[in-house]
């Protein structure tokens, strides 16, 4: 509990631009009661809360009860069905993986969002060490259960991708359609921690949702999402060797009424 309140402390701090010693004067305090908070050492004495509640224009409960509804993942009641939201027809990128970095020995992959594990089940079962996370707890249940009927072990765990930064190395880092619940100011840190923590050699098959001015919003559409600039995504990879990037325009069924979703394609190695 205490983390986790230092750790949403921080992150909205960051999303509202602020130091540590700006946010320290706007609360009257030291910022090195702010930096006790955010690395976990002290929690805030009870009236700054309210305080806190307002300068990040969020409620009590959302800065201290993980399960807060605004914490809750919109996720979990289209993976509290049955059957499987995103169907368990793996995405057309895990093959292209399997080109480019087969598994001839251990290869250490990571799903970023891995929603109900489609596509880590798929490269588990096809003799990849697979890690993946997202933030749905219904998901990774659904993940777990889908990895239980392949016969297959994979490392699943609920996680949020604003909070959560890799300590272990990957030869591969993937991500389908979750990168955009990532806000602007924390991208290129998050791109920097993954790209920090990916073997040489290794590489990186991400995908992110652009905006465009002819395509209107989903008919599903989350709160707490933000769409890329056209080409952002392969800026944060001018470092790596860049295989592939493209952008795609595709029809989308999720939630039963076609519409169209426009992303960035990324395929890109650490040399
Ligand atoms: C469009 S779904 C894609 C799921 C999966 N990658 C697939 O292609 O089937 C987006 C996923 O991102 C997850 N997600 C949203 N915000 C997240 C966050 N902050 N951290 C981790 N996962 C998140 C959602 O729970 C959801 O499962």
């Known amino acids: 509990m205490l983390n986790y309140i230092g750790n949403r402390i921080l992150t909205l701090r960051k999303k509202y631009n602020l130091t ?71 995405n057309y990128r895990c093959f292209d993986i399997m080109q480019h970095l087969a598994p001839t020995r251990q290869i250490k992959l990571l799903d970023i969002g891995c929603g109900e594990g489609k596509d880590a089940v798929f490269f588990a079962r096809n003799g990849y060490d697979v890690t993946a ?50 806000p602007d100011d924390l991208r290129s840190e998050i791109f920097c921690n993954y790209i920090l923590h990916t073997n040489k050699g290794g590489i990186h098959s991400m995908s992110a949702f652009v905006k465009k001015p002819f395509i209107s919003r989903a008919p599903d559409y989350e709160k707490h999402s933000y769409t890329y600039k056209s080409g952002e995504l392969f800026t944060y990879y001018t470092n790596l ?27 890109a190695k650490k040399v």
């Open 133 to 182: 996370f997202d933030s749905s707890q219904e998901g990774i249940k659904k993940t777990k259960q889908l990895a239980e009927k392949a016969n297959v072990a994979i490392n699943a765990f609920v996680a949020n991708m604003n909070e959560f930064r890799l300590e272990d190395n990957y030869d591969i880092i993937y991500s389908s359609g979750a990168l955009h619940y990532i």
């Open 20 to 90: 540590q010693d700006q946010l320290a004067k706007k609360l009257g305090i030291s910022f090195q009661a702010v930096s006790k908070w955010e690395t976990g050492s002290a929690y805030p004495d009870i009236e700054y809360f309210p305080v806190l509640s307002e300068i990040f224009n969020v409620s009590i409960d959302y800065i201290v009860n993980p399960n807060s509804m605004e914490n809750k993942n919109p996720y979990n009641t289209k993976y509290e069905r049955e059957d499987y939201y995103w169907g368990q027809i793996p």
């Open 241 to 267: 060797e860049i295989i592939q990037c493209d952008e795609v325009i595709f029809d989308c069924m999720s939630s039963g009424v076609l519409h169209k979703h426009c992303s960035n394609i990324l395929l």
